[in-house]
């Protein structure tokens, strides 16, 4: 099990997508990349610079040490006078230095909440703990989408995340595509990503919002339009499968928590299972999306994610595995 426990972490992280902030796949990200380059450029040199100069001091103590070993003079001395001139250049160069640095941090803010009319496309994400409510408002009709743990954006398009909390403060972010903004209970944020690169990201939880805060993760796919479109369209959909003995399990005992859109189980506790099981990942980046995690995440949350919402649910093993078949059936 040791053994096996890295090797699943490194896995599933392939999994979700990458989490880095200096591979950027949109403009926000880049904007904030660009800073870090020139931060660290800039504190680069002037690290040099300073051990170099420590290293030139050590030499010139070394070299004084030996010339009064030797007692022929001052050899030290002759420097100092020129040393003193170097000072009113040496402060230039600092001055110099902090205005770029707060130059450039400036500009970097600028890019990342420049005020702009709001965009077309409008995603508000909620925090919980732990785990995320996305709804997409349908330009068109005002309506509203709601899926969780994964969020979907279109490639090119500058997309307004609207963020909130539902309890306790948490952060939203996703390195590869934007900054971090926390989420406030009581306040809404807003956040304008525009996605360039198409692929899958992974965002994480970067507020401690309590036992579970690690796994906290979010799933982010960039997609060309047409494909997103064509996933919202999808989600928008009411479930396109039959109850079953899984589906009656169900709604006696989850759907107090649970929506699943077009059936009578409408809960809004939990997350919306409408297309759980088209989702990348469940409990919020904990597990991969399979039908037997879907199983053991029904049978023992309280064992995967000890503190979640989600109670351990008196089942029977083939009720249990009744819902967890209906739930895979959930594209
Ligand atoms: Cu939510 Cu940490």
Redesign the pocket.
């Known amino acids: 099990m040791s053994a096996r426990l890295p090797v699943a972490c490194l896995l599933l992280s392939g999994c979700a997508g990458a989490q880095s902030a200096l591979d950027p796949g949109g403009d926000q990200a880049q904007a904030l990349f660009s800073l870090f380059a020139l931060m660290m450029w800039v504190c680069g040199v002037v690290y040099v610079v300073v051990v170099a100069a420590l290293g030139w001091a050590l030499w010139r103590a070394w070299r004084q040490r030996g010339a009064d070993a030797r007692g022929d003079g001052d050899a030290t001395h002759r420097t100092d006078g020129r040393l003193r001139r170097l000072l009113p250049v040496a402060a230039g160069a600092i001055l110099i230095g902090l205005t770029v640095l707060i130059t450039g941090s400036f500009l970097a803010d600028r890019a990342l909440f420049a005020t702009r009319a709001a965009p077309a496309l409008e995603v508000r994400v909620t ?1 919980h ?2 785990w995320w409510r996305i709804r997409y408002r349908d330009p068109a009709s005002g309506g509203w989408t709601e899926t969780a743990n994964e969020l979907h954006l279109p490639q090119g398009r500058t997309v307004r995340l609207v963020l909130e909390s539902a309890d306790v403060i ?2 939203f972010w996703v390195p590869g595509v934007a900054g971090k903004l926390d989420m406030i209970p009581g306040r809404t944020n807003r956040l304008d990503v525009t996605a360039r690169r198409a692929g899958w990201y992974r965002g994480q ?1 970067a ?3 309590g036992l579970q ?1 690690a796994h ?1 993760a979010l799933a982010v796919k960039v997609e060309p339009s047409d494909a997103f479109r064509t996933w919202l369209a999808a989600q928008a959909a009411p479930a396109g499968r039959a109850a079953g003995r899984g589906g009656a399990v169900f709604a006696t005992v989850c759907a107090a928590c649970h929506a699943v859109r077009g059936t009578a189980a409408g809960g809004r506790a939990g997350p919306d299972l409408t297309h759980v099981a088209g989702r990348r990942t469940l409990a919020a980046g904990t597990l991969t999306m399979t039908r037997g995690n879907l199983q053991g995440w029904i049978a023992q949350p309280q064992a995967i994610k000890p503190g979640t919402s989600m109670p351990a649910v008196p089942l029977t093993p083939a009720d249990a595995d009744a819902v967890a078949g209906y739930l895979a059936g959930l594209r």
């Open positions: 925090g703990q732990w948490h952060s939880c507020e401690f919002c805060h906290m």
